[in-house]
């Protein structure tokens, strides 16, 4: 499916259900994509997370409420999801630089509009990539689940990546690598997608390695079969995130837009050392992809 129409439809199920409980995993199913795969390529395209616009727009709606003078700031509250007057107005006060009842006296507001999507013909970058196709595989792997129906933060990502640091973790892993690694001599991040992702209500990420089939003594890891796929793999060079944000939304906004691939679940990221501040650090982003249906 067109990423711009599927994201169309995910912002416009989001706006259809704005007072409400928003539930990630259903957005994300409005653009046939995972939970954890939508929330990074709108984030990456946006400049903001999908709870952002979500918290953003919820503000912006409740602020245009209380200047009509047709609600309650209580009222307000219940109705744009928070538990209390209270944690309503220190988000709204934060939003809009004053506070409800400032505003139900005539203070001027921010306004936050709606996302539309278009397609802008910008393109013509040049960026290096090849097409790679591997029989499955086994990674092993340390495990963390996430919600599938909240968000799901960079933040959060990045935090996971410094417990395997500091824990022993990544040490660990480096045992069961592969003599033949497919990732040269990297520790991979890897976003399972619906063919491994479990079916209940987390969806799980996991850091590891190729395997080699050696005797696990961790009780923390774990081996996961990667089916057969086709992927395109991207170079990454620069400090990080900064050089992986540039490169994910070129994939995003113009390699997939334009070329004859969709991706079909899994993601991969390969990352040769924990020396990501320096300016020649270079990893690859591996995304396993599929001819589109023309």
Not at 38 to 55: P, W
Not at 94 to 117: D, T, Y
Request: hydrophobic share 35%; net charge neutral; with cysteine.
């Amino acid at each position: 499916m067109d990423w711009i129409l599927g994201l169309q439809r995910a912002i416009d199920y989001v706006e259809e259900h704005i007072r409400e409980p928003i539930d990630y995993e259903e957005v994300a199913k409005k653009a046939y994509s995972s939970s954890f795969h939508f929330q990074r390529v709108f984030s990456t395209i946006c400049g903001y997370t999908l709870g952002d616009y979500i918290r953003f727009r919820r503000l912006s709606l409740a602020g245009s409420e209380l200047a009509g003078g047709n609600i309650k700031v209580i009222d307000a509250a219940m109705k744009y999801g928070y538990e209390t007057p209270e944690s309503f107005s220190r988000a709204f006060t934060r939003f809009h630089g004053v506070s409800p009842s400032q505003v139900k006296k005539g203070a001027a507001l921010k306004s936050f509009s709606r996302l539309s999507v278009k397609l802008i013909l910008s393109g013509g970058n040049k960026m290096d990539y090849r097409i790679e196709k591997k029989e499955a595989f086994d990674v092993i792997l340390r495990k963390k689940s996430f919600p599938k129906q909240h968000e799901i933060t960079t933040k959060e990502i990045s935090k996971f990546w410094g417990e395997c640091q500091s824990d022993g973790t990544i040490d660990a892993i480096c045992k069961y690598i592969h003599r033949n690694n497919l990732f040269d001599k990297c520790i991979v991040g890897v976003s399972l997608g619906a063919e491994t992702a479990s079916t209940d209500e987390y969806f799980p990420y996991g850091i590891g390695a190729h395997y080699n089939g050696g005797k696990i003594s961790e009780e923390y890891l774990t081996v996961e079969k990667i089916p057969a796929h086709t992927y395109a793999v991207f170079k990454c060079t620069g400090t990080m995130p900064e050089a992986f944000q540039k490169v994910y939304k070129y994939i995003c906004t113009e390699f997939l837009p334009a070329s004859e691939y969709e991706p079909c679940g899994i993601e991969i990221e390969a990352y040769p050392s924990a020396d990501v501040q320096n300016p020649d650090y270079t990893c690859e982003i591996w995304i396993a992809v599929k001819k589109k249906n023309m």
